[in-house]
């Protein structure tokens, strides 16, 4: 009885011992788990577009106006598959990027020419058709651990390289409102189309390349949730832009005219993460793109170079993401 009695203390004692352990050690932080350096993943990104420029040729022929030649690609529907990645080291340096492409389909092109005095003398519509877009991004930065217990918060500025494509495909044309007599004007009769949808009549194509500064921070909300903010600022943006008009033989061999500038932007980007595993995630956001320039246009037959005013893209969609951790 007493050897049971003996035993009996040395186990309460021992299991005192072990419970005031577990609590000193429930005390203290624990570790937050450890980010895997490494990221593989695809998305598919949603979005709508638009891209407008003009020109100024009055400088050379007093009878036009400024500006002379107004077009808007609106409203162009982007569906683009991407592939992207992220890799870290021991000393937090990291690289990521994505690089995706697809097609554009709908949209329209609103085509208006002025003469002296902004008398608009011809203006007209067109079907987006055919149409696609491709891109890529390349980031390198620095992490660092903004706080480390309880959310889990971090802050990584980068420098990086966007690259950009679009091209437009425009069909058919259909006669808008314009302020000249019809005796006067390329299209007779207001809603009449003058040349079928089924002819293409303009290609527009868009080269962006940028510098990216900016930062990407992450907050871990919940034990299985991360919100990710990816902001950049695009001190220079360049674009090289080729127009093909087909029913101009004036103009020359396609493309005829080629626009060049520098400018400014921005891209912006969030999301929501969810982790399914330590490896596996989920994730869902929105991204705005915008870029804006001024320079030449060059009539690549002739030499002759005009000013380029306000060439303008924007894009902004929603996507949905899939990556592996490891």
């Given at each position: ?76 529907n982007g569906y683009t598959a991407e ?167 004036d103009l020359g061999p396609v493309p ?45 037959n002739f030499d002759i170079a005009v ?20």
């Amino acid at each position: 009885m007493r050897k049971s009695l003996v035993c009996m203390a040395l186990l309460a004692g021992i299991a005192g011992t072990v419970s005031a352990r577990a609590q000193t050690i429930e005390g203290i932080p624990l570790p937050p788990p450890i980010e895997p350096p490494y990221e593989l993943g695809v998305r598919y990104w949603q979005s709508v577009g638009k891209t407008k420029f003009s020109d100024n040729a009055s400088e050379r022929n007093r009878t036009l106006g400024n500006p002379t030649s107004v077009l808007t690609y609106d409203d162009m529907n982007g569906y683009t598959a991407e592939f992207f990645w992220y890799a870290r080291n021991e000393s937090e340096i990291f690289a990521k990027g994505f690089a995706g492409g697809g097609w554009l389909d709908g949209g329209s092109l609103d085509d208006e020419d002025y003469a002296r005095g902004q008398i608009k003398f011809s203006d007209t519509f067109s079907k987006i058709e055919g149409s696609s877009i491709a891109y890529t991004t390349i980031d390198l930065g620095r992490r660092f651990v903004v706080r480390d217990s309880g959310p889990f918060v971090s802050v990584s500025p980068f420098v990086g390289f966007n690259y950009w494509y679009e091209q437009a495909m425009a069909h058919g044309v259909r006669c808008n409102p314009d302020d000249v007599p019809p005796s006067e004007s390329f299209c007779p009769f207001t809603g009449r189309v003058v040349i079928p949808y089924s002819q293409k009549v303009i290609r527009n194509e868009a080269n962006w390349a940028s510098i990216r500064l900016g930062a990407e921070i992450k907050v871990k909300l919940w034990d299985r949730l991360t919100l990710i903010a990816d902001a950049a600022g695009v001190p220079y943006a360049y674009v090289s832009n080729f127009d093909s008009h087909y029913l101009r033989g004036d103009l020359g061999p396609v493309p005829n005219i080629e626009d060049r500038g520098s400018g400014w932007g921005y891209q912006l980007e969030g999301a929501l993460r969810y982790d399914i595993s330590p490896e596996w995630s989920a994730g869902a956001g929105v991204r705005y793109w915008f870029a804006t320039v001024g320079g030449v246009s060059d009539f690549r037959n002739f030499d002759i170079a005009v000013p380029l005013k306000d060439f303008t893209s924007e894009r902004f969609g929603v996507f949905g993401d899939l990556s592996y951790r490891f």
